[in-house]
């Protein structure tokens, strides 16, 4: 392809999970990586490595007051996302910010103001939007074969890897939410509760137990914590009808089971006049599916739709509104530990 027809893109963090996103946004043909930022010296040298035709710097500036650049990928602590998500609005740049898009519901109203006002994409990374058994879990929850949905619970647990700059809650719980509020189309939650403990690190709880409370009695329950002696990473969605399993680290991803109680009333002979309103509950105990599902690497699948949603003006899955779903849902358990 013209490279004239390329995306200018910088990415900003290069730690952890940000040589991920640089693979992938350097494997995608729409983008051009021109500049890649971080403080830490060993990070540039790692990319200079890698990528010796990739521009390094230590200085946002050298990514803001290049006209050049006009997105940018931000991998940074989650407590600089919200300064550094402005700046590169407000030069102008498109931006893709990995979770949590900010810390307050106040300052993703403030990063929505300044995109619109400049006509740019903001958009945040939740990755688990973009995987393909999420994906083939909401169609068959949108399908109405699951039945009436009655509650959602999730385990992503692990030893390790410890963080300091922010708790379990806001360093795991962000996925488990996202994928909740996908599924069930970003509902307003009526409350929201959590308790966690800090056992390693003083106020920085290492487990959290957090529930959600939605509109027509669905309750999801949510645990993160990396103080477990196993790795897990499985959400079980309970309907009326069916029963789904989705477990990221097995090879089945998804497993639909046709299981549940259905409540009959009592007729005939067996009627109890006393209690004339009585039931029976027969137990159903059918197959289960275990649908086979391409893969495709979610992050892949995320800087595909970020550069569809620039180039093309389409409507972000994991845009602001979402973004402040979640963020305001992490907020709101902060203020209401048990």
């Known amino acids: ?107 993703v109203d403030d990063i929505r103001n300044v995109s619109e006002k400049n006509g740019l994409v903001a958009m945040v990374g939740h990755t688990f939007i973009y995987n393909t058994a999420v994906r083939y879990l909401k169609k068959v929850i949108n399908s109405g074969e699951l039945g009436d949905i009655r509650y959602i619970y999730s385990q992503r647990l692990n030893l390790g890897r410890i963080r300091s700059d922010v708790n379990a809650l806001w360093n795991l719980a962000p996925h488990d939410i996202s994928i909740i509020q996908f599924l069930l ?20 709880d290492d487990v959290v137990f957090m529930n959600i409370f939605y509109p027509n009695k669905v309750i999801a329950h949510i645990h993160v914590s990396w103080l477990d002696p196993h790795k897990i990473r499985r959400m079980t969605v309970v309907g009326s009808q069916k029963m789904v399993v989705y477990d990221d680290i097995s090879d089945n991803k998804i497993a639909i089971y046709d299981k549940g109680i259905d409540r009959m009333a009592v007729l005939g002979e067996h009627m109890d006049f ?65």
């Open 1 to 107: 392809m013209d490279d004239r027809l390329q995306i200018p893109a910088a990415q900003i963090g290069c730690g952890y999970w940000g040589p991920n996103l640089l693979r992938n946004l350097i494997a995608n043909k729409e983008c051009s990586i021109k500049t890649v930022v971080d403080i830490i010296q060993k990070r540039r040298e790692f990319v200079k490595e890698h990528y010796p035709y990739i521009e390094v710097a230590g200085d946002v500036k050298n990514v803001f007051n290049d006209e050049l650049i006009d997105a940018v990928v931000i991998a940074t602590p989650a407590e600089t996302h919200y300064g550094l998500a402005i700046a590169a609005l407000e030069a102008g740049k498109h931006i893709l910010v990995e979770k949590p898009m900010a810390m307050t519901v106040e300052e």
């Open 185 to 204: 189309d970003d509902p307003e939650p009526v409350f929201v509760t959590k308790h966690g403990m800090d056992y390693v690190q003083t106020e920085i």
């Open 274 to 338: 006393d209690n004339p309103t009585a039931f029976s509950f027969n137990h159903r105990s059918g197959d289960v599916l275990l649908p086979k599902i391409a893969w495709q690497e979610p992050l892949k699948v995320e800087i595909e739709h970020f550069v569809d949603c620039i180039q093309n003006g389409t409507k972000c899955l994991s845009g602001l509104e979402h973004a402040k779903k979640v963020v305001g849902i992490l907020s709101t358990a902060s203020k209401h530990d048990i």
